[in-house]
């Protein structure tokens, strides 16, 4: 019903820049909050960043003054500009999406999330 697709992920040196692009696709009526999530090897899934559709903002201390998160509504697409990256920024990052669905016949005011199958970020020192 809903896809999300990263991409931008890549090999970067240390204090490199990167910038992530998860574009959502689908049955969408509207999105709400959308998120950057990472997970390294051996650890579990953490949050990055969030932005809700009024551009409200939310970092994780160990990013905050490095990465950005912002979104484009009308291409239902948020991204994640990340600079200054660290060898402990290495992991698979993970968008994510709360969405209510656009229905055929019904009206479903449901918030479904959603995740994208992650892009590779390594930072090499």
């Known amino acids: 019903q809903v896809q999300l697709v990263e991409s931008g992920g890549g090999l970067v040196h240390v204090e490199g820049s990167l910038r992530l692009s998860c574009a959502a696709s689908g049955s969408i009526r509207s999105i709400n909050t959308m998120g950057w999530y990472r997970q390294a090897p051996g650890k579990e899934r953490e949050l990055v960043a969030t932005?809700?559709?009024?551009?409200?903002?939310n970092y994780a201390d160990f990013v905050k003054g490095r990465f950005t998160i912002s979104r484009d509504n009308a291409k239902n697409t948020v991204y994640l500009q990340m600079n200054n990256l660290k060898p402990d920024d290495t992991a698979v990052y993970y968008c994510?999406?709360?969405?209510?669905?656009?229905?055929?016949?019904?009206?479903?005011?449901?918030?479904?999330?959603?995740w994208g199958q992650g892009t590779q970020v390594t930072v090499s020192s």
């Open positions: 994510n999406a709360d969405v209510r669905l656009q229905r055929k016949f019904t009206v479903d005011n449901r918030w479904y999330k959603y």
């Open positions: 932005i809700t559709s009024a551009d409200s903002t």
